[in-house]
């Protein structure tokens, strides 16, 4: 019997070792814990981290803010978006307007009266949609423009987490969509760096030449290939859904090439961001006649 009673309490000794505790029963949080930030509690900006956090998130609103503007005013001025054989990646593709770039002829008939008519409002939902449900850009605005949170380890200014499946969020998911009109996008684009090499000669045809406008958009193009070739829901078309990529030599190249642009992903986006509104400026000011377009050749 001694052996058997032994036993039972060596049982009861491993059980209450061995045995997860409730959460009701593990003791409250030290004192100083309790405003710990990384706590889920904290306040609105409250953080422990000691440089600029607010630097990112400030340049990011005041750049993404300065392009949204001068997109949103370029886009209806309807005017000054050609010269010469250059036009403006904003108002690309044209389809209806004044220009001769214009595929379908001027304003179309069906155009609703009273509505003020831009060329650049029939298409730019298309390359504006592909940036605003990029990944690299949610991550940069969510934090910039509503502090969901305002940086990693600040506090934020709300309690609850909605995520991207409610509306108006889960239309993020439109990504992938977005991105096969951006990659028809820009075989349009390439195809106005080709129209830009080829300059009107003064007797009814055109002849061979580069500009400084001809490079400002090549440039432009090269960046927001860079950027639209390294999107993430392109890299997951190409090679990222396979299981075994190793068994897929040209799925496997093609996976490498997009992850390569994709390393960073980051810097395209904001070279892109900038080129494109300094080629509209560029086109724009030339067209004004405020700037010289340098002819090289
Ligand atoms: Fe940025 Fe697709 S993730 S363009």
């Not at 810097?267 to 000011?285: G, T």
């Amino acid at each position: 019997m001694p052996d058997a009673e032994a036993a039972a309490r060596s049982r009861r000794a491993m059980t209450s070792t061995t045995s997860t505790p409730s959460l009701s029963s593990l003791p409250p949080l030290a004192p100083s814990l309790a405003g710990d930030p990384l706590s889920p509690r904290r306040g609105f900006g409250q953080t422990s981290r000691r440089g600029a956090w607010w630097g990112v998130p400030l340049g990011t609103f005041v750049v993404l803010g300065t392009f949204i503007v001068y997109a949103t005013w370029a886009a209806f001025q309807g005017a000054h978006y050609t010269f010469g054989p250059y036009l403006s990646p904003f108002y690309s593709p044209e389809l209806w307007g004044p220009s001769p770039h214009a595929w379908f002829g001027p304003k179309p008939t069906w155009w609703p009266e009273g509505v003020p008519f831009s060329a650049a409002l029939l298409i730019l939902w298309a390359p504006g949609g592909f940036r605003l449900t990029c990944y690299y850009y949610r991550g940069a605005y969510y934090k910039a423009f509503w502090a969901d949170p305002p940086a990693c380890a600040v506090g934020e200014p709300r309690k609850s987490y909605l995520g991207e499946n409610a509306l108006p969020l889960i239309a993020q998911n439109l990504h992938r969509f977005f991105l096969y009109l951006a990659l028809l996008f820009l075989v349009f684009l390439w195809h106005d760096v080709w129209k830009a090499f080829w300059f009107d000669d003064g007797a009814g045809g055109t002849r061979f030449g580069l500009g400084v406008g001809t490079l400002v958009l090549a440039l432009n193009t090269f960046l927001l290939s860079g950027y639209a070739l390294g999107c993430h829901s392109l890299r997951h078309l190409v090679g990222g859904r396979i299981d075994q990529l190793s068994k897929a030599p040209a799925q496997r190249r093609a996976w490498s090439c997009v992850s390569c642009l994709n390393t960073r992903h980051m810097k395209w986006a904001w070279a892109s961001l900038f080129s494109v509104m300094l080629a509209d400026l560029y086109v724009r000011l030339c067209s004004m006649g405020i700037w010289t377009d340098w002819r090289i050749l």
